[in-house]
């Protein structure tokens, strides 16, 4: 018995959708930062981008639990004294809500040059709507997986 390693000619990627409505962010986040990785998938090898592209929609109405709405998002401009910060309800309701997902999501990816390349295969949108019909996404219903990983909206 030999182990096997995948090549690129091995690699099937597939697209998925999911509707984030209601769900809970941080099984939402693990189970598409597994999906991007490859981890579901048999043939699974460490080295390659063996994901899936993962379409997310209404990040905007993504759920919560606690108080993690009030919990800060830090970020550093690079000049001294240059630490900011905001909510994550804050950025919800700003211009881009999208990026609260798509950083809950970074950070459950290890830190290196394949995680960065395997965040490309990643698209979230604020809306409903998605400009990749043409793909034919096959829909992921995180929601029917686990009753926790829903909330009712406060």
Request: aromatic content about 4%; overall charge positive.
């Amino acid at each position: 018995m030999k182990t096997f390693s995948a090549t690129p000619a091995d690699i099937e990627k597939k697209w998925i959708i999911i509707d984030a409505e209601g769900v809970v962010l941080g099984r939402l986040a693990s189970i598409v930062a597994m999906r991007l990785r490859g981890k579901h998938k048999p043939s699974f090898t460490p080295h390659m981008d063996m994901g899936d592209n993962v379409i997310i929609i209404n990040a905007e109405k993504v759920q919560m639990t606690g108080n993690k709405r009030q919990e800060n998002f830090y970020w550093h401009t690079g000049h001294p004294g240059g630490i900011k910060s905001r909510t994550k309800q804050q950025i919800l309701e700003g211009a881009h809500p999208e990026r609260v997902v798509v950083q809950a999501i970074k950070r459950m990816l290890p830190g290196n040059r394949l995680s960065r390349s395997v965040m490309t295969n990643l698209r979230v949108y604020a809306g409903g709507e998605h400009p990749h019909e043409a793909q034919s996404p096959e829909v992921l219903d995180v929601k029917s997986m686990n009753s926790k990983n829903t909330r009712v909206a406060k």
